[in-house]
């Protein structure tokens, strides 16, 4: 069956710019995460959704970062004014029940 | 403060040969364990995870890990070594308590099997 998709896979935007990136879960997953994977690190937690609510955002670093789920399945991670240290892999992932998170190729952010 | 430790950057190990990766983990309670691959230019892959329950688990491609709650580590093990098993290995905790809560990930290895 279809995994999670991510799109774009690679994103080059100027320092000040908004993005999105955006996030297909697997059909049915209840529950969706962002990571961030800066290079040469472990992906480090950004949000989680319980359906269409945020459960834990405690890991966005801050007000500039924002996410939505309105529908309960796709997801859009919006970044404002950014900065070059955004730079990084973007990851999502869902899970169905909460236990084992599948993960998305990720979308490849630079900002110039 | 709840954390995994991956002590190793990188692993060498000959094709045929046993291999280990290990982790060790910081969290309170009876965490949920984990370990993914990730592939140049992919996404993590899930290997395996430790819920509950015998202390060894097997996952994908021949993997397994065992579980040892005395000295918290959980590391990754594999009796034969391909070259195809090269890449970046990252073992992961979910803590206790909650539901569908964040996964915290060690700092990742880097497993190079030579022929």
């Known amino acids: 069956g279809a995994g999670v998709s991510q799109t774009p896979s690679n994103k080059v935007t100027e320092k000040g710019k908004y993005v999105e990136l955006r996030c297909d879960p697997i059909?049915?997953?209840?529950?969706l995460y962002w990571y961030r994977q800066s290079l040469g690190q472990g992906p480090e937690f950004l949000i989680y959704?319980?359906?269409?609510?945020?459960?834990?955002d405690s890991g966005l670093p801050n007000d500039r970062f924002f996410a939505v789920r309105p529908e309960g399945s796709v997801s859009t991670l919006k970044i404002q004014r950014t900065e070059r240290g955004d730079s990084a892999v973007y990851l999502c992932?869902?899970?169905?029940?909460?236990?084992?998170?599948?993960f998305g190729p990720g979308t490849r952010l630079l900002v110039l | 403060a709840q954390s995994v430790a991956q002590p190793e950057d990188q692993v060498n190990v000959a094709e045929g040969n046993p291999l280990t990766v290990k982790c060790t983990y910081s969290v309170s309670g009876n965490p949920y364990l984990f370990w993914y691959v990730q592939y140049p230019n992919r996404g993590l892959q899930f290997l395996l995870k430790?819920?509950?329950?015998?202390?060894l688990v097997k996952g994908s491609y021949g993997f397994e890990a065992e579980f040892n709650k005395s000295q918290t580590s959980f590391h990754l093990k594999k009796p034969s070594a391909l070259v195809s098993d090269s890449a970046l290995y990252f073992c992961a905790v979910r803590p206790p308590g909650g539901s569908a809560s964040k996964i915290i990930f060690g700092s990742g290895t880097r497993l190079s099997i030579r022929p």
């Open positions: 430790y819920i509950t329950g015998d202390n």
């Open positions: 959704f319980q359906g269409t609510g945020a459960a834990d």
């Open positions: 059909s049915g997953h209840t529950a």
């Open positions: 992932a869902s899970s169905p029940h909460g236990e084992t998170q599948y």
